[in-house]
């Protein structure tokens, strides 16, 4: 334990020379004068715990020697003596912030040893009553810090923190640059200190940096003197730096007081540099926020892409189907015209060619409307959706393809199936996937069965070809990108689809116990988007 050290200051050798003997006596290191202005001149350049006075000196009163040991040391702790003890006099050690006040001539040397004993733990309880009532805004402080996740913000919320919690106008963050080797201020307020390269030899700032130590520098006080002078010169009286070294985050944070005000003290000190943890937390999640927002518009760019390439994809299987479904009315529509326009069939005839061939004109407009429904982007914001009307739009579409390779399809749908949010191009393309990828699971013909019921608060829709179903070793990744079990696939269809169905607050899953065949579950929530 580190040795107390006491400075005695009275007019009187004799006095000094008794209480310097009784002290060291009691194990306390002691360093006395007779000279007011010597004992001032001892406190610039050294630290000690308890300063005991005499009031009453020539050329400088004790009064006023208390005020100026408390500009270079604040916490130290000061007990008076005095021949003279009246009330004006309590009242005076009071307002400046004394522990004791001993009258004399000692009675015994331990009621000197017993005060000097008292004031020490007196002024301890004091700096320990102002480091709760400092600590306590810290949580706070933390709170308000963590909650703040953009970090151009909470550097200035850093800022504010400081000055507010520390008394003090003046107070800056410094963000180191690579580029510049140098760090920059990023948010400032009151007196900033500038022109800092992180360099030793560069200020109290890069000083700080180079060394990856915090400083404390009292303008009058022990220590850096071309350091105090710089504070002398932008009119500061205390300044503290600390570093701020994380992974993501390296820079330097700073607080000042004015000259006009009285300088730091530890309590001061110990709320900068927890505060200064706090602050490196907190910027560094900010950063880290900053680059899971950043993650995810990546991700929500590449998935979109990848439903634009797997629809395009899927309109690609489609075009086969579609193709001869164009193709026949084009042939009917080409041969009604052709009679149409023969002079020797009569008019009766001819109309009822024309009647035939807007007949077939509607249906192919209707079906390179369906073409154009599903290659429209449709609405991204969910809207209510008719989940029944959905899914037999996207039967109706897919149903030539399907009859051509004898696949009958097959539905069973609840009554008063309710209404659910959600944005019906992209559950479109989710059915067509799962239609599509029966048909090529059945290249002989079979049968596929669409059921739809409500459960609670969900609608379940199954999908269910007859054909050889999932092999269990492919069970576990078919939802996996570019995981395909067939011949050319993407392998990006059940990705996508598992994507666009987890957006909706939904689940698509394999129910591997209603064979025989696949069985695709669509489990969506009826209030939409959770």
């Given at each position: 334990m580190a040795e107390t050290r006491i400075l005695v200051v009275d007019d009187e050798p004799g006095i000094t020379l008794l209480c310097e003997r009784l002290l060291v006596r009691a194990d306390y290191g002691v360093t006395s004068f007779t000279d007011?202005?010597?004992?001032?001149?001892?406190?610039?350049?050294?630290?000690?715990?308890?300063?005991?006075?005499?009031?009453?000196?020539?050329?400088?009163?004790?009064?006023?020697?208390?005020?100026?040991?408390?500009?270079?040391?604040?916490?130290?702790?000061?007990?008076?003596?005095?021949?003279?003890?009246t009330?004006?006099?309590?009242?005076?050690?009071?307002?400046?912030?004394?522990?004791?006040?001993?009258?004399?001539?000692?009675?015994?040397?331990?009621?000197?040893?017993?005060?000097?004993?008292?004031a020490l733990d007196d002024n301890q309880k004091k700096r320990d009553i102002a480091r709760i009532?400092?600590?306590?805004?810290?949580?706070?402080?933390?709170?308000?810090?963590?909650?703040?996740?953009?970090?151009?913000?909470?550097?200035?919320?850093?800022?504010?923190?400081?000055?507010?919690?520390?008394?003090?106008?003046?107070?800056?963050?410094?963000?180191?640059s690579a580029n510049e080797n140098s760090l920059i201020l990023q948010s400032g307020r009151?007196?900033?200190l500038t022109g800092n390269i992180s360099a030793a030899g560069s200020g109290m700032v890069g000083r700080t940096d180079?060394?990856?130590?915090?400083?404390?520098?009292?303008?009058?006080?022990?220590?850096d003197e071309g350091l105090q002078s710089d504070l002398m010169v932008l009119g500061l009286s205390s300044a503290f730096c600390a570093p701020i070294s994380r992974q993501n985050v390296h820079g330097v944070l700073y607080a000042g007081r004015n000259t006009d005000v009285a300088p730091f003290r530890e309590v001061d000190w110990e709320m900068f540099l927890l505060m200064a943890r706090q602050a490196a937390v907190a910027m560094e999640n900010a950063v880290l926020y900053e680059e899971l927002r950043e993650y995810v518009r990546r991700v929500e760019g590449s998935q979109q892409a990848l439903i634009r390439a797997e629809k395009m994809a899927a309109a690609g299987r489609l075009t086969a189907s579609i193709a001869h479904e164009i193709n026949n009315p084009l042939q009917s529509l080409q041969n009604c015209l052709h009679l149409a326009t023969r002079r020797e069939v009569p008019a009766k005839k001819q109309r009822e060619y024309i009647d035939l061939a807007n007949h077939e004109l509607i249906r192919l407009m209707n079906t390179v409307q369906r073409m154009?429904?599903?290659?429209?982007?449709?609405?991204?914001?969910?809207?209510?959706?008719?989940?029944?009307?959905?899914?037999?739009?996207?039967?109706?579409?897919?149903?030539?393809?399907?009859?051509?390779?004898?696949?009958?399809i097959s539905t069973g749908f609840s009554s008063k199936l309710p209404m659910?949010?959600?944005?019906?191009?992209?559950?479109?393309?989710?059915?067509?996937?799962?239609?599509?990828?029966?048909?090529?699971?059945?290249?002989?013909?079979?049968?596929?069965?669409?059921?739809?019921?409500?459960?609670?608060?969900?609608?379940?829709?199954?999908?269910?070809?007859?054909?050889?179903?999932?092999?269990?070793?492919?069970?576990?990744?078919?939802?996996?990108?570019?995981?395909?079990?067939?011949?050319?696939?993407?392998?990006?269809g059940l990705s996508v689809s598992y994507g666009i169905i987890a957006a909706h607050g939904g689940s698509l899953d394999l129910v591997t116990d209603r064979g025989p065949g696949a069985c695709f579950r669509v489990t969506l929530p009826v209030k939409g988007e959770s």
């Amino acid at each position: 334990m580190a040795e107390t050290r006491i400075l005695v200051v009275d007019d009187e050798p004799g006095i000094t020379l008794l209480c310097e003997r009784l002290l060291v006596r009691a194990d306390y290191g002691v360093t006395s004068f007779t000279d007011p202005k010597e004992a001032l001149s001892y406190v610039e350049h050294n630290k000690f715990d308890l300063l005991l006075v005499d009031i009453r000196m020539p050329e400088i009163s004790g009064f006023d020697l208390i005020f100026q040991v408390k500009q270079f040391q604040p916490d130290t702790a000061v007990l008076v003596m005095t021949g003279f003890g009246t009330v004006e006099t309590a009242i005076q050690a009071l307002r400046q912030g004394v522990d004791g006040l001993l009258l004399k001539p000692f009675k015994t040397g331990e009621e000197l040893v017993q005060a000097v004993r008292q004031a020490l733990d007196d002024n301890q309880k004091k700096r320990d009553i102002a480091r709760i009532q400092a600590l306590r805004p810290l949580f706070d402080i933390t709170e308000t810090l963590l909650a703040e996740t953009r970090p151009e913000r909470l550097v200035e919320l850093v800022v504010i923190a400081i000055c507010g919690h520390l008394r003090c106008n003046n107070a800056g963050f410094y963000k180191y640059s690579a580029n510049e080797n140098s760090l920059i201020l990023q948010s400032g307020r009151g007196i900033t200190l500038t022109g800092n390269i992180s360099a030793a030899g560069s200020g109290m700032v890069g000083r700080t940096d180079a060394f990856g130590i915090p400083f404390w520098v009292n303008a009058g006080g022990p220590g850096d003197e071309g350091l105090q002078s710089d504070l002398m010169v932008l009119g500061l009286s205390s300044a503290f730096c600390a570093p701020i070294s994380r992974q993501n985050v390296h820079g330097v944070l700073y607080a000042g007081r004015n000259t006009d005000v009285a300088p730091f003290r530890e309590v001061d000190w110990e709320m900068f540099l927890l505060m200064a943890r706090q602050a490196a937390v907190a910027m560094e999640n900010a950063v880290l926020y900053e680059e899971l927002r950043e993650y995810v518009r990546r991700v929500e760019g590449s998935q979109q892409a990848l439903i634009r390439a797997e629809k395009m994809a899927a309109a690609g299987r489609l075009t086969a189907s579609i193709a001869h479904e164009i193709n026949n009315p084009l042939q009917s529509l080409q041969n009604c015209l052709h009679l149409a326009t023969r002079r020797e069939v009569p008019a009766k005839k001819q109309r009822e060619y024309i009647d035939l061939a807007n007949h077939e004109l509607i249906r192919l407009m209707n079906t390179v409307q369906r073409m154009l429904d599903f290659y429209r982007p449709g609405a991204v914001d969910p809207q209510q959706v008719n989940l029944e009307i959905l899914l037999r739009r996207v039967i109706k579409l897919l149903t030539p393809q399907l009859k051509a390779h004898a696949i009958h399809i097959s539905t069973g749908f609840s009554s008063k199936l309710p209404m659910i949010m959600a944005v019906s191009s992209q559950l479109e393309q989710v059915f067509i996937n799962l239609i599509l990828n029966a048909y090529d699971a059945m290249p002989d013909g079979g049968d596929l069965r669409i059921s739809a019921r409500q459960i609670l608060d969900n609608v379940e829709i199954f999908v269910q070809d007859s054909g050889p179903g999932v092999k269990e070793e492919n069970r576990s990744h078919i939802f996996e990108p570019f995981v395909s079990t067939k011949e050319g696939g993407t392998g990006l269809g059940l990705s996508v689809s598992y994507g666009i169905i987890a957006a909706h607050g939904g689940s698509l899953d394999l129910v591997t116990d209603r064979g025989p065949g696949a069985c695709f579950r669509v489990t969506l929530p009826v209030k939409g988007e959770s």
